[in-house]
């Protein structure tokens, strides 16, 4: 859930990667698909059974982070984790529709990435007010956990994302997954991949998204396994004609 990239392919594609950061046995061993109405794939979180990101074949895909703006002090019970929250978005015909009608009262801080049939946004919950913005879907973007790294830690894996984008010709899988893996100053407790003992990376995941497709690769750290899931847009649901 702590460092999200949504990096532009083309009209209507791209790929978005999230390091998840969390106690190790919460960490999923498959990805899970669900049928229904809406087809749901998505890694099932081992706690609460939500999940931190996921995609449909409404051509939908969200991805939640710890926390809005700042560090939070908790306030346990929550009406309803985030993970839940994150796949009751899908019920919702457009996102629009989910930001007027969901109750967020009662959840905890977020920050959800949300990809809606070629709009992409950015919701903020702090506990009082959700922050709404309509983002470029042409831009390149980076997150990181407010509850896991203050502000002058985020700004400065920002600076690593604007060095490493500066270098690349050809933004690719393989240079996207680099850049999740690798960047860093050797501090394990701040890097893309980080280890702080009671909480570490325990998995990628990325979402592939082109004009007909979307594919998800599940890389579980702890178990070095490889997981992926690939589904064909439902033309019929989101109205696309031949």
Not at 99 to 116: A, G, K, L, S
Not at 157 to 170: C, H, M, S, T
């Amino acid at each position: 859930m702590c460092t999200v990239t949504y990096i532009p392919k083309g009209k209507n594609e791209f790929i978005l990667t999230t390091n998840r950061d969390e106690q190790a046995e919460r960490s999923p061993r498959n990805i899970s698909i669900v049928e229904g109405d809406v087809q749901l794939v998505f890694p099932r979180d081992g706690g609460a059974g939500g999940t931190w990101v996921a995609m449909s074949d409404t051509d939908k895909v969200v991805c939640v982070l710890n926390g809005a703006f700042e560090r939070h002090t908790r306030k346990p019970p929550y009406r309803l984790s985030r993970g839940i929250m994150a796949l009751e978005f899908f019920e919702f015909a457009k996102a629009e529709d989910f930001f007027d009608r969901f109750d967020f009262q009662d959840i905890e801080p977020f920050t959800m990435v949300i990809y809606d049939q070629g709009k992409l946004f950015e919701l903020r919950w702090d506990e009082q007010q959700a922050h709404i913005k309509l983002l470029n879907t042409s831009g390149f973007h980076i997150w990181s956990s407010a509850t896991l790294y203050e502000e002058a830690i985020r700004a400065k894996r920002e600076q690593w994302f604007a060095n490493w984008l500066k270098e690349q010709e050809n933004f690719n899988l393989e240079a996207i997954l680099d850049f999740h893996h690798k960047a860093g100053d050797g501090d394990p407790w701040n890097d893309v991949i980080m280890n702080r003992g009671f909480v570490q990376t325990v998995s990628v995941t990325s979402i592939i998204k082109t004009p007909e497709t979307v594919a998800m690769l599940y890389h579980d750290l702890l178990r070095e396994e490889l997981k992926q899931a690939k589904i064909e847009l439902n033309k019929n649901l989101i109205g696309i004609t031949e």
